[in-house]
């Protein structure tokens, strides 16, 4: 199985929002999403589950990649809301590791951390995913802290420049 793991992409400042949770993308957000989207589509030509945080912002940076890979529907996952651990969000891609290609949309630090988990086994991290950025990782066999590959990691502007 291969991972997607995306951040969300630019969201409105947070002290605009009584509640985290409802802060919305901005318009330039979603216009930078929507080219993210399509230059991960020439790499990444088919997403089989496409899972996303609860948050507002993380379930609009997932539509707008489920529109660019025509409609496959968002599946909301708590566990990928912030504070939960890697091994909570493991735990559920076990459970889907029958499929090819697996996307999550979620958060910082929380990303990072997981990233950094399933690479080396350590939740402390070693990687920094920018608003919008994408990486690939790859499992061979489990799920576990220090099972996968990094295939590619990429930046929002590298990702724009591909379609």
Avoid: N
């Amino acid at each position: 199985m291969d991972l997607l793991v995306i951040r969300h992409a630019i969201a409105a400042d947070p002290g605009d929002y009584a509640d985290d949770a409802d802060r919305p993308l901005t318009p330039e957000g979603k216009q930078k999403m929507r080219q993210v989207a399509r230059g991960l589509r020439c790499s990444v030509s088919a997403i089989d589950v496409l899972a996303t945080s609860p948050l507002t912002r993380a379930v609009e940076t997932a539509e707008i990649v489920s529109a660019v890979y025509e409609a496959i529907a968002p599946v909301v996952v708590p566990a990928l809301a912030p504070g939960h651990s890697p091994a909570a969000v493991a735990q559920w891609l076990d459970a889907q590791r029958r499929h090819d290609v697996v996307a999550v949309v979620g958060h910082e630090p929380g990303l990072s951390r997981l990233v950094s988990w399933l690479l080396a086994g350590s939740e402390r991290s070693f990687v920094e995913l920018k608003k919008g950025a994408v990486c690939r990782l790859a499992f061979p066999a489990a799920i576990a802290g220090g099972s996968a590959s990094l295939v590619w990691a990429l930046t929002p502007s590298q990702l724009r420049a591909l379609h």
